[in-house]
């Protein structure tokens, strides 16, 4: 299921979602000048590396040491990785941003994503894989999607053999739907070696939870209400 766009209209404009989306997407190009050997280098230095932080006995107070886990949230492993992170973070995040506001929808993707890196060492601690991507971010934001918007709709597109076919689904079983296949996928990851690379599952798990769990303190309270309540006039076939 390929989203297409969301049926919620926004109120304020989403800077901070338009900068985290241009910010990733020029780092990628500045990938893009890196030979093989040295973006894994690169990718080993500022992306997070769980046996780093897992298997010592005490980990030092220096904030540099922590820093992969704010710069692997800006670097992606090929266009279809990027393509895929940002065109999910356009559809799903002025939203929430709307109800944040910029400065707090940033510091909550951020923390999102620390989460979801951190549970994504916790399950694999042995892993001398880098890990880099903003998908545990950015799952933290479709977390607190499906729980402010859960009745807002999703236009998604279906190809059923070579005919593409449309669906307005509820937010809450397009997102859930998306939960419970990074879930299993991630149950499904412990019958392989721990060293073997893809996707890291169990960081979008993290950031999902993540989302659900610290998105009421961000919310701005006065902005509870700025969506018409009827907002199923959105997705009207003749409007979206």
């Not at 919620?8 to 404009?13: F, V």
């Not at 800077?15 to 973006?39: G, K, Q």
């Not at 076919?165 to 879930?183: G, K, T, V």
């Not at 149950?187 to 993540?210: E, I, N, Q, Y």
Request: some cysteine; charged content about 10%.
């Amino acid at each position: 299921m390929i989203p297409i766009r969301d049926c919620l209209p926004r109120k304020y404009t989403p800077y901070m979602t338009w900068l985290i989306i241009a910010l990733n997407s020029v780092i990628f190009i500045f990938e893009l000048m890196f030979p093989r050997e040295d973006l894994d280098y690169l990718f080993h230095i500022f992306g997070v590396v769980p046996a780093k932080y897992m298997l010592v006995a005490s980990l030092p107070f220096d904030p540099f040491y922590y820093l992969p886990f704010l710069t692997s949230m800006f670097l992606h492993g090929g266009w279809f990785h990027l393509i895929s992170n940002m065109w999910v973070m356009f559809i799903f995040a002025d939203n929430v941003e709307d109800k944040m506001g910029s400065f707090r929808f940033l510091i909550f993707y951020l923390l999102c994503g620390f989460g979801a890196s951190w549970i994504h060492c916790l399950i694999n601690p042995a892993s001398t894989i880098p890990t880099v991507g903003a998908s545990g971010a950015i799952s933290g934001v479709l977390g607190a999607y499906m729980v402010m918007f859960p009745h807002a709709r999703v236009i998604t597109l279906v190809p059923i053999l070579f005919f593409p076919f449309f669906f307005a689904l509820p937010a809450f079983f397009y997102i859930f739907m998306w939960f419970l296949i990074q879930l299993f996928s991630g149950l499904g990851s412990l019958l392989t070696p721990a060293d073997v690379g893809g996707v890291a599952w169990w960081a979008h798990v993290g950031g999902f939870l993540f989302g659900i769990i610290l998105h009421r303190i961000f919310v701005i309270k006065k902005r509870l209400r700025i969506y018409d309540d009827h907002f199923d006039y959105y997705c009207a076939w003749g409007r979206w």
